[in-house]
């Protein structure tokens, strides 16, 4: 399991300063650990395309934030996807749990999201990278790179575990 106090410092020490979403018991100790940080600020949204908004809004100011939501989220946020972060070519990265995978198949739209997760993003065109925990530094370096290279919304895909139990 990756160290959430441990990301947050790589984050932060990559220039991210704040960080907005919706919850998820994948990123519970995470969420945790951003309550406490005194590196990242947490702004918490009501629904995920408000966070993406509350991102881009802090990247307009000159300050870089990344968004955690559920991948149900990705159904809510392709206005301002879209109409915001795309057009404008907003880098942005998103921490997205990949529900649905088993073992957790206990709701099903869980389910029904896991299946179609990675369809959505290439629906998109949005990059993503599955976060694992032997090479988690590598993933986000690259990540950010392709986000900043490109100015474009790149996604890691969060697997149960891999952050919190």
């Given at each position: ?5 441990e ?33 990242i ?57 990949y ?11 869980h ?51 891999v952050?919190?139990?």
């Amino acid at each position: 399991m990756i160290d959430s106090a441990e990301l947050i410092s790589y984050l932060h020490g990559h220039g991210f300063t704040l960080a907005s979403g919706v919850p998820c018991s994948y990123f519970k100790e995470l969420f945790i650990e951003l309550e406490k940080s005194d590196k990242i600020n947490y702004v918490s949204a009501t629904r995920e395309d408000e966070a993406v908004g509350i991102s881009c809004g802090y990247y307009l100011g000159g300050k870089q934030s990344f968004v955690i939501m559920q991948n149900s989220g990705l159904a809510t946020i392709g206005d301002a996807l879209t109409s915001l972060a795309q057009l404008y070519q907003i880098p942005l990265l998103l921490f997205v749990s990949y529900r649905g995978l088993e073992p957790d198949t206990d709701f099903p739209e869980h389910s029904i999201m896991g299946d179609v997760t990675e369809e959505i993003l290439n629906a998109y065109n949005v990059p993503y990278e599955i976060l694992y925990e032997q090479d988690w530094q590598d993933t986000i370096n690259r990540a950010i790179e392709e986000m900043i290279t490109n100015n474009e919304v790149v996604c890691i895909l969060v697997e149960k575990g891999v952050l919190s139990e």
